[in-house]
């Protein structure tokens, strides 16, 4: 068994969530925040069996574009201040896979 933990951009995560649906995959979603751009994040957590893990980041990667976009930073928190606005990549999808060594369900 693996836990996929998927980071995506919020406005890829409702059409994401759909598809998990669809195809019957369980996921906890969680509402996160992104630490250079302090913009809105879903995270989900999804519980999988080793042999469906290439078919639910097929899922992830086919539901989560990147794009690109003129943000501006918030950096004052750490002692910096931009005012200028900077070209990034957003969305698409982070994923971490990660081996389970147990799982309890009550």
Same mark, same amino acid.
């Given at each position: ?5 998927a980071?995506?951009?919020?406005e ?22 992104g630490?250079?751009?302090?913009? /809105?994040? &879903?995270? @989900?957590?999804?519980?999988i #069996? ?12 086919d ?12 950096l004052?928190?750490?002692g ?8 990034v990549?957003?969305? /698409?999808? &982070?994923c @971490?896979?990660?081996?389970? #060594? ?5």
């Amino acid at each position: 068994m693996k836990l996929i933990v998927a980071i995506v951009q919020k406005e890829d995560s409702n059409k994401l969530q759909r598809a998990f649906v669809e195809n019957n995959v369980r996921a906890t979603k969680l509402a996160t925040t992104g630490g250079f751009l302090s913009q /809105g994040n &879903t995270t @989900f957590l999804i519980g999988i #069996d080793d042999e469906q893990v290439d078919k639910v980041l097929e899922i992830i990667k086919d539901k989560s574009q990147a794009r690109e976009e003129y943000v501006q930073p918030n950096l004052i928190s750490s002692g910096l201040e931009m005012s200028q606005f900077v070209k990034v990549t957003v969305g /698409g999808a &982070t994923c @971490f896979v990660l081996p389970v #060594d147990q799982f309890e369900q009550f």
